[in-house]
Nanobody, 127 residues
């Protein structure tokens, strides 16, 4: 049974940093690409950062470029999302998703990223 468990969210002041973790089980970690997506209240889900199965290719959404870094650790079966210079508009529920094989970007496509999702972790940035 595949399970993705996110952690690391919380309340942070504007300008602060957080590191989110997504630990996967029940799958062959190195066969999967992963993505972090967020959903703010009343808004559609959107991509934040995605990393290919090899770790060589990383994709970031324009509005967070320069403020976010995605990485993966095969030994820990964990994908990380480091976020810096956080803004109140970054508030939302951050979820990770896994897809087997390659990716070519980080746009949220519900048909592509349909299979494996975590429960999400809440990030709240106060002004």
């Amino acid at each position: 049974q595949v399970e993705l468990v996110e952690s690391g969210g919380g309340l942070v002041q504007s300008g602060g940093s957080l590191r989110l973790s997504c630990t996967a089980s029940g799958l062959t970690f190195d066969d999967y690409s992963f993505g972090w997506f967020r959903q703010a209240p009343g808004k559609e889900r959107e991509g934040v950062g995605c990393i290919s199965w090899s770790g060589r290719n990383k994709y970031y959404t324009d509005y967070m470029k320069g403020r976010v870094t995605i990485s993966r650790d095969s030994a820990q079966s964990t994908v990380y999302l480091e976020m810096n210079s956080l803004k109140p508009e970054d508030t939302g529920t951050y979820s990770c998703a896994a897809v087997e094989g390659s990716i070519s970007g980080c746009e949220y496509d519900p048909l592509f990223w349909s299979d494996k999702w975590g429960q999400g972790t809440q990030v709240t940035v106060s002004s």
